[in-house]
């Protein structure tokens, strides 16, 4: 996989917009953003949007795309789940993977996090790890020691792969607290964070660690976007809410 140009502005739609709305989504946005090489787009539509969305952006090869999620194993008998293989055969490159939902909400653990940082790297798609404190454990002070501990967790099966491997893996820093709240951090928080994240991604896998792009996620609009992406150690934006306005998508692309 070529290296991802930076900023990287990713969208991930959650349970919003299915196959006839993304179709519409794309058409309008891609009349708001033309193509730039010096940024990545990726987009996370719902599983069941996947294939319209990705038809609907055929003509438009630098929109890259990811799924929100996949089950750890390889196949079998789970109801209602998606592969990373049947995510690559689809046509995605990324999977999301630890995202603050699927931690706080479906109850997902660190452990979970690593077997399917392992499944998605094997599969030869990129993980994008998600990562972040909750407001009591930042009021606590123990912002860095949940990151980190989230960080290693899920770099565990990630270590003993070869250097291609690592070079796929994307990160997010979302707090939890800033998330769909419209509390977004401040760019020195955010900063204080990234630079805990590169820390540790320098020491567990050296220079390798020092080129894993570390994206901010939490709140982002169009009117912040630029503010974000100038603080320094933020690579690029990971977007909930403000991604499901085409305009506005297309504005945060632009900043
Ligand atoms: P919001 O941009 O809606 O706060 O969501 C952020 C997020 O969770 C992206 O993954």
Redesign the pocket.
């Known amino acids: 996989m070529a290296p991802l140009r930076r900023p990287v502005l990713a969208a991930?739609w959650?349970m919003n917009l299915g196959p006839t709305a993304a179709s519409a989504f794309l058409e309008s946005y891609l009349s708001h953003y033309a193509a730039r090489d010096d940024r990545t787009v990726i987009l996370f539509p719902s599983a069941i949007a996947f294939s319209s969305a990705r038809h609907a952006a055929e003509a438009r090869p630098d929109i890259q795309f990811g799924v929100q999620n996949v089950h750890s194993a390889e196949k079998g008998a789970f109801t209602g789940e998606t592969s990373a293989s049947m995510a690559q055969d689809a046509g995605a490159r990324f999977v999301?993977i630890g995202?603050?939902?699927r931690r706080h909400v479906f109850g997902e653990t660190d452990a979970l996090t690593a077997e399917k940082m392992s499944r998605v790297a094997s599969q030869g798609l990129a993980p994008v790890l998600?990562v972040g404190e909750k407001f009591e454990e930042r009021e606590n002070g123990e912002t860095n020691e949940v990151i980190v501990r989230q960080l290693r967790a899920a770099f565990e099966g990630l270590l003993e792969n070869d250097a291609s491997v690592l070079g796929t893996v994307v990160i997010?820093y979302?707090p939890v607290w800033?998330?769909?709240?419209g509390r977004t951090a401040h760019p020195e928080d955010a900063s204080a964070a990234h630079a805990a994240i590169r820390a540790e991604l320098s020491a567990s896998a050296g220079s390798i660690g020092d080129s894993i792009p570390i994206l901010y996620?939490?709140?982002?609009t169009a009117l912040n976007a630029s503010t974000l992406l100038a603080a320094p150690g933020v690579d690029g934006l990971?977007?909930?809410?403000?991604?499901l306005d085409p305009e506005s998508w297309a504005a945060i692309c632009n900043a």
């Open positions: 991930n959650k999301l995202h603050s939902e998600c997010a979302e800033a998330i769909g709240t996620g939490g709140s982002v990971l977007v909930g809410g403000a991604s």
